[in-house]
Nanobody, 120 residues
Framework: QVQLVESGGGLVQAGGSLRLSCAASGSIFRIGAMAWYRQGPGQQRERVASITSGGSSNYADSSKGRFTISRDNAKNTVYLQMNSLKPEDTAVYYC??????????????WGQGTQVTVSS
C-alpha cells in the first residue's frame, strides 16, 4: 500500500513564505512525475507545479516566479517552496504522484491535503 503525506501548511501573512513537503511511503519501486495541486473555496482543483523524475519542472502562470517545486528521490519526497504569498493562494494543497509498484505498473496517488491560509 502506498501513501502520500503532506505537511507544512499553515497560516501566513501576505508576502510571507511556506514550504510544503510530501513524502511517499509503502510498496514503491520508483516514482515518476510528481505534482502539487490546490483547491480554493468554491473553486476547481488546479495544478500548481509539476516535476519529472529527472527534475524538469513546469509551473502554472499563477505560481511562476514565486513557487519552486523540487524533489529528493532518495527520500521519495517532493517539496513546494512558496514565496511572496498572496491571499488568493489560500487553498488546500494536494500532492499527486505517479508511483510504480512494479517495474511497468504505475498508479496515480493523491495525498490528503494540507491547508494554506494567507491573510491580508
Amino acid at each position: 500500500q502506498v501513501q502520500l503525506v503532506e505537511s507544512g501548511g499553515g497560516l501566513v501573512q501576505a508576502g510571507g513564505s511556506l514550504r510544503l513537503s510530501c513524502a511517499a511511503s509503502g510498496s514503491i519501486f520508483r516514482i515518476g512525475a510528481m505534482a502539487w495541486y490546490r483547491q480554493g473555496p468554491g473553486q476547481q482543483r488546479e495544478r500548481v507545479a509539476s516535476i519529472t523524475s529527472g527534475g524538469s519542472s513546469n509551473y502554472a502562470d499563477s505560481s511562476k516566479g514565486r513557487f519552486t517545486i523540487s524533489r529528493d528521490n532518495a527520500k521519495n519526497t517532493v517539496y513546494l517552496q512558496m514565496n511572496s504569498l498572496k491571499p488568493e493562494d489560500t487553498a488546500v494543497y494536494y500532492c499527486n504522484a505517479n508511483i510504480y509498484t512494479m517495474p511497468t505498473i504505475a498508479y496515480n496517488f493523491w495525498g490528503q491535503g494540507t491547508q494554506v491560509t494567507v491573510s491580508s
